[in-house]
Structure formats: structure tokens, C-alpha cells
């Protein structure tokens, strides 16, 4: 009797072993290790974790802010890296998030695509295209750009999104959510300019994401108001009738 419990015992053992390890208990099954996933082990320590840039639109004012700090693995690389800039003698403002060769290289497409088709828009839509179409750059080029003009904030992906924000806010980048909920919170206090809206959006995004520090770089556009032009041209048209009298 006893040696019978002990070899059920030792059975039970046995048939119980896969599922405490993990496998799959049944004849045929595929033995599946149990794995412990975490974010911090699967991160990769030579990959350049960095950013966070805001654009906020309000009171006639176009704001692009990022911060300055380049993380790799659990060390700092870099405090100070700009990584907002203008295009067309200031007239487009972009940040970007990701490396910063391939940025660099978008910056230079975005350009080109500017000074082929002058909207913003279009000109956002056709680089997204060659974005997508062209494997080499769909592949190697890892980064996300926003750009804004008078008219639009767009932000644009290397998976040929184009998205425009009708709020005129969008965040990107590791902390780019915390700031542009922020500033979406902040935007409607009738107090606060765009360029603070955006400072103080970025200062909870620093204060909370790990990956970006206080060290800004702001870029700012100036929206025409629809009537200032015509004013100037009524005046010119009258000085010239007079000077013809």
C-alpha cells in the first residue's frame, strides 16, 4: 500500500512538474518556457532614448519647444541638443524626435519638397509618400517630425502618417504625451501666451519623464491676422491716387 501511494505520489509530482515550470501539461503540446518580461530589461543599452517636443498654437503665435537631453542605456550622453529648428528663412518651424542624422536628412527632404510645392500641407504629404514608398528610407531613417506654418501643425511618421491637429497642439518624443496633455489642459486659461502655455506644459513633461531635462530651445512663428494687409493696400492705392492728382 505504501509503495503504491508513493508511486502515485511520485506520478503526480512528475505530471505537475511542466505546468510549475511553465510547459503546456498535455501530450503533443509545444514546451513554452516561462519568460519574465520587464521594460527596463529588454530596453537596448546602445539605442538613444531622447525627447520631448511640444507645439502649441493660440492667440496668434506658433510655438515649437524641446528639450536638450540625449539618454543612452542609463547614462546622459548629451544636455544641450537642439533639436527644433526653421526652414524657409523662418517662415516653417520643426522639431523632431529620434536620431539625429536621420532628422537631419528629413529636415533636408521636407525642404526640398517646400520649395517644390510651397503648402505646407502638400509639401508634408508628398514627403510622407517618398517616406513610405522608398524602402531604404522607411527602414533606415528613425524619426518623427513636427513641423507647423501660419496655417497647420502636422505631424508627420515614417509610417506616412500625416496628421494635422486641429487643437494646434501635438506633442512627440518620449514625454511628448505628458506635455501635450498639459498644454491642452492649459491652453484654454486666457492668461497665458502660447510661448508660456508651452514653457509650463514642458516643465511637467521634464518634471515627469525621465528621458527629458529643463534645457529648452523654442522656436516661434507669428499668425498675420486676415485683415492687416488689407488696410496697407487701401492705403497705398489711395497715396498713389493722390499722387496722380
Known amino acids: 500500500m505504501s509503495m503504491f501511494l508513493k508511486s502515485s505520489a511520485s506520478l503526480l509530482s512528475s505530471a505537475a512538474r511542466p505546468a ?22 529588454e530596453k537596448d543599452p546602445n539605442r538613444m532614448y531622447a525627447t520631448t517636443v511640444l507645439s502649441v498654437r493660440k492667440n496668434g503665435k506658433v510655438v515649437i519647444i524641446g528639450d536638450g537631453q540625449v539618454t543612452q542605456g542609463s547614462f546622459v550622453v548629451k544636455d544641450n541638443a537642439k533639436k527644433v529648428r ?13 536620431a539625429a542624422v536621420d532628422a537631419i536628412t528629413l529636415f533636408e527632404k ?13 509639401a508634408a ?25 501660419k496655417d497647420v501643425s502636422l505631424t508627420l511618421s515614417g509610417n506616412g ?16 504625451v ?20 508651452a514653457r509650463r506644459s514642458m516643465k511637467i513633461a521634464s518634471d ?9 530651445v523654442i522656436e516661434t512663428l507669428d499668425i498675420p491676422a486676415e485683415g492687416d494687409a488689407k488696410p496697407k493696400e487701401e492705403g497705398d492705392a489711395g497715396k498713389g491716387s493722390k499722387d496722380s492728382k
Open 208 to 216: 515627469t519623464c525621465i528621458y527629458t531635462n529643463h534645457n529648452y
Open 125 to 149: 504629404v508628398e514627403l510622407a509618400k517618398e517616406w513610405r514608398s522608398d524602402k531604404h528610407l522607411r527602414r533606415m531613417l528613425n524619426a518623427v517630425l513636427v513641423v507647423a506654418d
Open 110 to 122: 521636407l525642404e526640398a519638397k517646400l520649395e517644390q510645392y510651397p503648402q505646407l500641407l502638400r
Open 20 to 41: 510549475i515550470r511553465g510547459l503546456a501539461s498535455f501530450p503533443g503540446a509545444r514546451a513554452m518556457p516561462l519568460r519574465m518580461y520587464s521594460h527596463e530589461t
Open 178 to 197: 505628458y506635455a501635450q496633455c498639459a498644454a491642452l489642459a492649459l491652453k484654454d486659461m486666457p492668461d497665458l501666451s502660447a510661448e508660456e502655455v
Open 86 to 98: 526653421t526652414l524657409l528663412d523662418g517662415k516653417v518651424i520643426t522639431g523632431f524626435a529620434g
Open 161 to 176: 502618417d500625416v496628421l494635422e491637429h486641429g487643437d494646434g497642439v501635438c506633442g512627440i518624443g518620449s514625454g511628448g
